[in-house]
């Protein structure tokens, strides 16, 4: 008998998104499911950015970074608007390296793998125009990489997937797997947000849970390659705070990791850490030790800024899935690498990076060959399907919302943002949000963006989710309730 589908895929996070979107687009007959809300894990909580992994070539993975670069430059050219480049000037201080002459042969290599000259030196005298206020001893390096809206890019990579066909479930729980009589695994039970429990049979399933990969794996009775979850936290303040019209990036003075802050969608982020993360039950949220450590941060780069708690508008941390080398090292030493993994039908993918999600989603594929043989090698060299630019709609919307920016990009804008009314009306419409989370943190950003995490937009917001989704006064209140208390718990400033 024919199954419900050929693949199913666990996890609505890039991976899985990336997943869902390569099978799709050879033809498989693909159900996603996540348990909670698409790109709810690290793929909305990382720090944006589109890299070809600089400090990779440091540890000698130069085959990772020339695939970051590769990626990189492929993500730049199919998404403009979503995909945007920036220029880093990177800050060269005693006693931390790399130092000046290091960095320029890796930024060489850098400019040779991207095949575009970006590196370029600036002096100390050069510093007060460029960067004003930062502190440097002895100039800084100068080159390009990119960054993006992790969640809008995961969304729009799904919107790809589910033009060519592909089934999409969040807030749907696995909660069994079933085998055949090989004991393959040919189906799934899956709980959905009604709480209905329904069986689905398929050829092969793919998890790209994040870290949460143990948990399919327990239900597999499979024992994957172990992870260990490293959560990185970040901050963001207003702009005119620490008014930066470039990244600036530079070797922490305590440690020696490299930390950056930059302008993004008007407002400042500052990152990253990168910490042990052993419970994976509870949202992770900033530490008040890590907001210490970013605040010393900029107060090395930034010593006249001043920057200080009060100045930060929110918070949050998102987990790693990085594969655990079992060695005794620190967490930024751990390598950045995928893993895939197959056994009885299941393949698990995990680690590596938004960045790389195409390459991530090919190699989840290969493994998954001996369950669809009848699976087509990729034809296609780009990383999305191409769509005709729509008329008259201005990139930043093109990028997000590929064919559908006509539909999207309408209505005004709402006022401190570059989001328009019209994008949050199509997402209640034809997003899949359950949840004021879904709407404000993930379709939008508005939620990070606005002070007081958007808590004033609300009242204008309840009549077009009563309208759009049904709701009843009493479920906008809960709604609006457990949002706040969310936000507060997650996204805000530690005492
Ligand atoms: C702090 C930080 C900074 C980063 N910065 C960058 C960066 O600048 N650039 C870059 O390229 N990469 C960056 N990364 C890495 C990148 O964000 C991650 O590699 C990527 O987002 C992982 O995507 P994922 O889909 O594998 O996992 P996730 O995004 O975590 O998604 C996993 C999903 O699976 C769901 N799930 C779990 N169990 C189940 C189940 N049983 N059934 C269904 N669904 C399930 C979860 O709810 C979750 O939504 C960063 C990561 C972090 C944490």
Not at 83 to 101: D, N
Not at 257 to 284: M, N, S
């Amino acid at each position: 008998m024919k199954p419900d589908c050929d693949l199913l895929v666990l996890g609505g996070g890039i991976s899985g998104a990336g997943v869902a979107l390569e099978a799709a687009r050879r033809g498989l007959r693909v159900t996603l499911v996540e348990a909670r809300d698409y790109a709810w894990g690290a793929s909305s909580r990382s720090s944006k950015l589109v890299h070809g992994g600089l400090r990779y070539l440091q540890s000698g993975a130069l085959h990772l970074t020339r695939e970051s670069v590769q990626e990189r430059e492929a993500l730049l050219r199919e998404l403009p608007g979503l995909v945007e480049r920036i220029g880093f000037v990177m800050a060269h201080r005693r006693p931390f390296g790399p130092g000046r002459r290091t960095m320029q042969i890796g930024l060489r290599l850098y400019d040779h793998l991207a095949g575009r000259r970006a590196r370029g030196w600036a002096s100390n005298a050069d510093i007060p125009w460029l960067v004003p206020g930062l502190a440097t001893d002895d100039g800084a390096s100068l080159y390009e990489d990119a960054t993006t809206d992790d969640a809008r890019l995961t969304l729009r990579v799904l919107q790809e997937a589910r033009s060519l066909g592909a089934e999409l479930h969040n807030h749907t729980t696995l909660t069994a797997l079933q085998r055949d009589a090989r004991g393959q695994i040919r189906g799934a039970t899956l709980r959905g947000p009604d709480g209905f429990e329904r069986s689905l049979a398929c050829r092969c399933i793919v998890s790209a849970s994040g870290p949460w990969l143990g948990t399919v794996a327990t239900l597999a009775g499979a024992a994957p390659p172990r992870l260990r979850p490293l959560r990185g936290s970040h901050l963001l303040l207003p702009l005119w705070r620490l008014p930066l019209a470039r990244a600036v990036a530079w070797r922490h003075p305590e440690d020696g990791r490299p930390v950056f802050a930059y302008p993004w969608q008007g407002r400042l982020i500052v990152g990253t850490t990168d910490l042990d993360h052993p419970d994976l039950g509870t949202e992770p949220r900033i530490q008040p030790e890590e907001l210490r450590y970013l605040l010393a941060a900029l107060a090395h780069s930034f010593p006249r800024a001043g920057v200080s708690a009060a100045d930060v508008q929110c918070t949050w941390a998102g987990v790693r899935p990085v594969i655990a080398s079992d060695q005794p090292m620190a967490p930024s030493q751990e390598s950045r690498e995928h893993l895939v993994w197959a056994q009885d039908g299941l393949v698990a993918l995990a680690g590596g990076k938004l960045t790389t999600f195409r390459r991530m989603a090919q190699a989840a594929l290969a493994a998954a060959r001996p369950w669809l043989p009848a699976l087509p090698l990729p034809v296609h060299h780009d990383i999305l399907p191409a769509h005709a630019p729509v008329a008259g709609v201005p990139l930043r919307w093109q990028g997000r919302w590929g064919a559908l920016a006509g539909q999207a990009a309408r209505g005004a804008l709402i006022p401190g943002t570059t989001t328009r009314w019209g994008e949050l009306r199509h997402s209640l419409l034809h997003e899949q949000v359950r949840h004021l989370d879904d709407l404000l943190l993930r379709r939008s950003r508005l939620g990070l963006l606005m002070p007081g995490f958007a808590a004033d937009l609300l009242p204008a917001l309840q009549p077009l989710c009563q309208e759009t989704l049904g709701w009843s006064a009493e479920h906008f209140r809960q709604e609006r309730d457990r949002y706040l208390d969310r936000m507060t718990t997650t996204h805000g400033v530690p005492a």
